[in-house]
């Protein structure tokens, strides 16, 4: 009976192994996808800076050592990110003067994504 009992508790062992193993491999796959989640998370916030990075530079390369620029320039600027470029110039006499501090504010915040974005995750 002892053989007997033995063989069952081995039985047991290897039915309990077999349920830790389904588990392990329903654990890991759950863990793969939350692993997924993130990285696709991670990527459009990427994205969205790579984005905001490309617009920047665009926009300080158009008004870059200038004074003013056309009201037409400025304007299209503006159009594109009102909350961000709409006190970036100043009006007078037809043209779209270069408000200086705030484009050095701009060129500093450029310069704090590009260094982000340069970063090694």
Known sequence: ?????NGLHKIDLAAKKVEL???SEILQGEILEK???ILRLETEQDKEQLDLLFEMSE???QI?????VSATIAFKIIRSNPDKYSDLFEMK???AYI???RFKELEHEFFIIKGEMNEIK
Do not use: C, I, Y
């Not at 009976?1 to 009992?5: G, H, K, N």
């Not at 870059?64 to 003013?68: G, L, P, T």
């Open 1 to 5: 009976m002892s053989s007997e009992a």
């Open 21 to 23: 193993e389904k588990e």
């Open 35 to 37: 692993e997924r989640d």
């Open 59 to 61: 926009v300080l390369q």
């Open 64 to 68: 870059e050592n200038k004074k003013w």
């Open 93 to 95: 006499d037809g043209k």
């Open 99 to 101: 408000v200086n501090k």
